[in-house]
């Protein structure tokens, strides 16, 4: 069992910044992969970025390249964001994947973002 959460939301200018922390906790050792996650309202839920658990291989969605970059530092997986965009806006969920899992299997709460134009 895993545990996720995620902090770091808030509301903020267009062109600014927020850094999202996501705290994982429990058998960590189970995990081979970490994501994260955005969905609004009516929409299906978008990944935003990857990275292996070990650090390794980060994946940015194309929507999101050169603005934001995700990290690890222990248990803690960051999402920085910059030159953020009204279009940014969403509540975002930090998951993980386990050794020999395709999916995604665990999940935060969610942290909500909101950008102000």
């Known amino acids: 069992q895993v545990q996720l959460v995620e902090s770091g939301g808030g509301l903020v200018q267009a062109g600014g910044s927020l850094r999202l922390s996501c705290a994982a906790s429990?058998?960590?050792?189970?995990?081979?992969?970490m994501g994260w996650f955005r969905q609004t309202p009516g929409k299906e839920r978008e990944i935003v970025a990857t990275?292996?658990?070990?650090?390794?291989s980060p994946v940015i969605a194309d929507s999101v390249k050169g603005r934001f970059t995700i990290s690890r530092d222990d248990a803690l997986v960051y999402l920085q964001m910059n030159s953020l965009k009204a279009e940014d806006t969403a509540a975002y969920y930090c998951?993980?994947?386990?050794?020999?899992?395709?999916?995604?299997?665990?999940w935060g709460q969610g942290t909500q973002v909101t950008v102000s134009s």
């Open positions: 998951a993980a994947r386990f050794s020999g899992r395709s999916s995604y299997d665990s």
């Open positions: 429990g058998r960590t050792s189970s995990i081979s992969r």
């Open positions: 990275i292996a658990w070990g650090g390794g």
